[in-house]
């Protein structure tokens, strides 16, 4: 069983910045990857930033350079710092779990309940 927790989202200035958190209750589950993903308005959801177990992350290049991507194993939890928002940062924010494959090679995704953020200008 997973269950991820956001925290952090509001309405920030552009050229400000936030820090989301998640916190993942898990339970008997091994997870190979941990991320974030947003949703604007009108659009699909779109990956943002992701760090595996392992430590090595990914970003998507519109967000490369202004937001960084952490984890705290001990707490289970991970972060996305945003610096430097612009506007068309504005979506919500959804952390994500991937986790390993299992004996018949499957893996299985679960989300956060999203979070917002707005940036004005």
């Known amino acids: 069983q997973v269950d991820l927790v956001e925290s952090g989202g509001g309405l920030v200035q552009g050229g400000g910045s936030l820090r989301l958190s998640c916190r993942a209750k898990?339970?008997?589950?091994?997870?190979?990857?941990y991320g974030w993903y947003r949703q604007a308005p009108g659009s699909q959801r779109e990956f943002v930033a992701g760090?595996?177990?392992?430590?090595?992350?990914d970003y998507a290049d519109s967000v490369k350079g202004r937001f960084t991507i952490s984890r705290d194993s001990a707490q289970n939890m991970w972060y996305l710092q945003m610096n430097s928002l612009k506007l068309e940062d504005t979506a919500v924010y959804y952390c994500?779990?991937?986790?390993?494959?299992?004996?018949?090679?499957?893996?299985?995704?679960?989300w956060g309940q999203g979070t917002q953020v707005t940036v004005s200008s």
């Open positions: 994500h779990v991937r986790t390993d494959q299992d004996s018949w090679f499957r893996s299985f995704d679960y």
């Open positions: 898990i339970e008997s589950i091994k997870i190979n990857t």
């Open positions: 760090i595996s177990n392992t430590g090595d992350t």
